[in-house]
């Protein structure tokens, strides 16, 4: 059964940092690209960032180019997002999906939630 | 990038309905668009991608057609399962961009 558990959300104030992770199992984690996709609360869905097969290729949405860094370890199955100068509009629920290139996110884990503020 | 109007934001349908949820793109995508169904608390649930194609599994009362910049989706026959919100997202370009969301409710 495919997988996928995000971890390290939780409150932060602004400026700080913090690292998301995202566990997965039930399939070969390498064979995906792989995507943070958020949600602040009450609102729409936003694409954060996207990382290819290996890690050679990110891509990243316009309101976190430059702050945010997507990476992935294949020997641990293991997604992070790295999320620095966190602002109040980042306050979102996070989730990773697995798509293909050139696929729409199929698999998607539960979200953790990012609450930054004071 | 690549701007998704989507509408309406909200609509009202009794058990029966056919209901439609239209995508319009700031420039074509190529038929590259999906669209999600969520619902409270949950994560998204990939219904239809490239435009038309049906994920496995999913009703044959969801439907999906367009081309260019214009998309629609649709919901034959509305269950009360089928009370959610949905989205289009399209995956022609990066950044990615998903529409604002439908919410579809039971009148």
């Known amino acids: 059964e495919v997988q996928l558990v995000e971890s390290g959300g939780g409150l932060v104030q602004p400026g700080r940092s913090m690292k998301l992770s995202c566990a997965a199992s039930?399939?070969?984690?390498?064979?995906?690209?792989m995507a943070w996709v958020r949600q602040a609360p009450k609102k729409g869905l936003e694409w954060v960032a996207s990382?290819?097969?290996?890690?050679?290729?990110?891509y990243y949405g316009d309101s976190v180019k430059g702050r945010f860094t997507i990476s992935r370890d294949n020997a641990k199955s293991t997604l992070y997002l790295q999320m620095n100068s966190l602002r109040s509009e980042d306050t979102a629920t996070y989730y990773c999906?697995?798509?293909?290139?050139?696929?729409?996110?199929?698999?998607w884990g539960q979200g953790t939630l990012v609450t930054v503020s004071s | 990038d690549i701007q998704m109007t989507q509408s309406p934001p909200s609509l009202s349908a009794s058990l029966g309905d056919k209901v439609t949820i239209t995508c319009q793109t700031s420039?074509?995508?190529?038929?590259?668009i999906a669209w999600y169904q969520q619902k409270p608390g949950k994560a998204p649930r990939l219904l239809i991608g490239?435009?038309?194609r049906l994920v496995s599994g999913i009703p044959s009362r969801f439907s999906g057609s367009g081309s260019g910049r214009d998309y629609s989706f649709s919901i034959s026959n509305v269950e009360s399962e089928d009370i959610a919100s949905y989205y289009c997202?399209?995956?022609?370009?990066?950044?990615?961009?998903f529409g604002g969301g439908t919410k579809l409710e039971l009148k």
């Open positions: 999906a697995r798509h293909l290139a050139m696929m729409p996110p199929a698999y």
């Open positions: 039930g399939f070969t984690f390498s064979d995906y690209y």
């Open positions: 990382i290819s097969y290996e890690g050679s290729s990110t």
């Open positions: 420039q074509n995508i190529n038929k590259y």
């Open positions: 490239f435009t038309s």
């Open positions: 997202l399209q995956y022609d370009n990066s950044p990615w961009t």
